[in-house]
């Protein structure tokens, strides 16, 4: 039985990363331009700390500034917000994003109103999500913008091909089909209230898992050759003892990759798959910003 051509994100994003790093020693040696990007951090969240850890190590290896700024679990929304104030007219950053979700008591959707659409680099702001709609240049999400760099690389043209997107959040559902309607697919969204949902993915030519729910998405699911990017993460102890009693983790994606890979025709691992892909695409909206900001690109 053929199996799947499996996407390696990891070497991709790698050679991303290179290029942008690239980029940037050439803006710091004809303009004298260093991009920053700031990251602000609410809470000790695990998870969130190793990315904000591995986004300001990314950051400092392409030869950017890079900010981290942490505050308290029980910081006052005024102090997130004042924080969020200085950032934005801080002329050393570039793009400033806050890692979500923040604790309970803020309001997400405040924190991200006062950021900057300049340097949104999330592209979360209402400007951004617009502007994208509108087919107009904007910051864009960094998993979806990701993604479909993989799709076109693996596919080539993908005009015409029936994209499912399993998902609806402002950072990854909706722009993923805004970004797959600008390549000329037909795109359905789909969600966890749709009915017979494995029925609508069997018709993807491109199916993107972005739930949060582990090996949701079953073999059974998927069209023969289709391309899947699963976007899924979700942590479970490891399966040694003794990491698991150290708190080691694993990941597991939204696809039930065993099975999807024995029908799929291109698959996404988890880990190594869309991953690599979002903070690559991080540092690419950080130069790109810090190129606009400055007037060197329309």
Same mark, same amino acid.
């Given at each position: 039985?053929?199996? *799947? ?17 690239? &980029? $940037? ?6 303009? /004298?331009? =260093?991009?920053?990007?700031?990251? $602000?951090?609410?809470?000790?969240? @695990? ?13 400092? *290896? ?8 942490? #505050?308290?679990?029980? !910081?006052? &929304? ?8 200085? %950032?934005?007219?801080? @002329?050393?950053?570039? /793009? ?6 923040? @604790? ?8 991200? *109103? !006062? ?14 999500? /617009?502007?994208?709609?509108?087919? #107009? ?5 960094? =998993? @979806? ?12 043209? %993908? ?24 390549? +000329? ?18 018709? !993807? ?5 972005? $739930? /949060?729910?582990? &090996?949701?998405?079953?073999? +059974? ?12 993460? =979700? ?6 003892? &003794?990491?698991?009693? *150290?708190?080691? =983790? ?13 029908? !799929? ?21 950080? #130069? $790109? ?10």
């Amino acid at each position: 039985m053929t199996q *799947a051509t499996i996407i390696d994100g990891k070497a991709f994003g790698a050679r991303l990363r290179e290029q942008i790093a690239d &980029e $940037v020693a050439r803006l710091k040696a004809d303009h /004298g331009l =260093t991009p920053g990007l700031a990251v $602000v951090l609410v809470g000790e969240d @695990p998870a969130s700390e190793i990315y904000v850890r591995n986004k300001g190590e990314q950051t400092r *290896a392409a030869g950017m500034y890079s900010e981290t700024h942490t #505050l308290a679990a029980d !910081a006052s &929304e005024a102090e997130v917000l004042a924080l969020v104030g200085r %950032l934005n007219a801080d @002329p050393a950053i570039h /793009g400033l994003l806050v890692q979500f979700p923040v @604790p309970d008591h803020l309001s997400q959707a405040r924190i991200v *109103a !006062a950021i900057s659409p300049d340097k949104d680099v999330d592209g979360l702001t209402v400007t951004n999500a /617009g502007r994208l709609s509108s087919g #107009l240049p904007a910051l864009t999400s960094c =998993t @979806p913008v990701g993604c479909m760099l993989l799709l076109k690389d693996a596919l080539g043209d %993908l005009t015409g091909k029936h994209a499912v997107v399993i998902g609806r959040s402002n950072l990854m559902g909706k722009p993923m089909a805004q970004l797959l309607l600008a390549a +000329d697919c037909t795109v359905t969204i789909a969600h966890s209230r749709s009915r017979d949902l494995p029925a609508i993915c069997r018709q !993807a030519d491109i199916l993107v898992a972005a $739930v /949060g729910r582990a &090996e949701m998405v079953r073999g +059974d699911w998927i069209k023969p050759g289709a391309a899947v990017i699963d976007v899924g993460i =979700t942590r479970f102890p490891s399966r040694d003892p &003794e990491r698991a009693a *150290a708190g080691k =983790t694993r990941i597991v994606g939204d696809v039930a990759f065993d099975e999807a890979k024995a029908v !799929a025709g291109w698959i996404t691992p988890v880990p190594g798959g869309v991953g690599p892909m979002t903070i690559a695409c991080l540092l690419q909206n950080t #130069l $790109v910003a810090a190129k606009r900001l400055h007037g060197l690109e329309a």
